[in-house]
């Protein structure tokens, strides 16, 4: 079965430029989960979803950031206009069922430098 | 508030050496969760365990061990005759809301076993 999947992989951009980063969820995962990990300030969650909608987004850094998850399958976190304190990586996280107890499973993450 | 303390930031051991990595934990709730995660080199984070506050009994799988007590706060992950693919960077978590949907990590300790 295929886990969360995130693209792309790895992203270079300079600093000012929009960054979209992808993420699919398990299928039939019904919460997913946008965290970033950087060596400053660790794994942070910046926002959740369940059934696609947003739930908590009280870790998003600044408006500069948004998330969006239009369907079941997709989500999507952007930075714009980005800078370099932006550059961590971003993993995608989905479980099975709001409400209830399970554990999330993680992507590979996404690793972006802004220059 | 609440918060995770990784106080160890690495340990490196020689193969098949016992290791315990320590986790302190600071919550108001009465009701909470906690969790351990590995993210070995490749970047993943996997899920290792997830133990409620009521529960107390400590758990055994395989090599792996875990210690709760909550008169210290304390939930210790031991690794009995560790091999060299337990190498990884692994993380303690907390979570006080009943679906462990906003999981705050710790620091996290990076293990090297030697051969």
């Known amino acids: 079965d295929a886990g969360v999947i995130q693209s792309p992989r790895h992203e270079v951009t300079e600093m000012g430029q929009e960054v979209t980063l992808r993420c699919k969820p398990i299928s039939g995962h019904n919460s997913l989960f946008w965290y970033r990990q950087t060596m400053m300030r660790g794994l942070e969650l910046l926002i959740y979803f369940n059934n696609n909608v947003p739930i908590d987004d009280s870790g998003m850094p600044e408006d500069r950031f948004s998330a969006k998850m239009p369907n079941a399958s997709f989500s999507t976190l952007k930075i714009q206009p980005s800078e370099p304190r932006d550059s961590a990586v971003y993993f995608c996280?989905?479980?099975?069922?709001?409400?209830?107890?399970?554990?999330?499973?993680f992507g590979p993450g996404t690793r972006l430098t802004v220059t | 508030a609440q918060k995770v303390t990784q106080a160890q930031t690495e340990i490196s051991v020689v193969e098949k050496e016992d290791v315990t990595l320590d986790c302190v934990y600071e919550?108001?709730?009465?009701?909470?969760?906690l969790f351990w995660y590995k993210q070995p080199p490749s970047g993943e984070l996997v899920f290792l365990i997830r133990r409620n506050s009521f529960d107390e009994q400590n758990e055994i799988s395989g090599r792996y061990s875990w210690n709760f007590q909550k008169s210290t706060s304390s939930f210790n992950f031991t690794i009995t005759a560790s091999q060299v693919v337990d190498s990884a960077v692994y993380f303690c978590a907390l979570s006080e809301d009943s679906s462990a949907s906003k999981i705050i990590f710790g620091s996290g300790t990076r293990l090297s076993i030697r051969p």
């Open positions: 919550t108001r709730d009465t009701t909470y969760y």
């Open positions: 996280a989905s479980r099975p069922e709001p409400g209830r107890l399970y554990e999330q499973y």
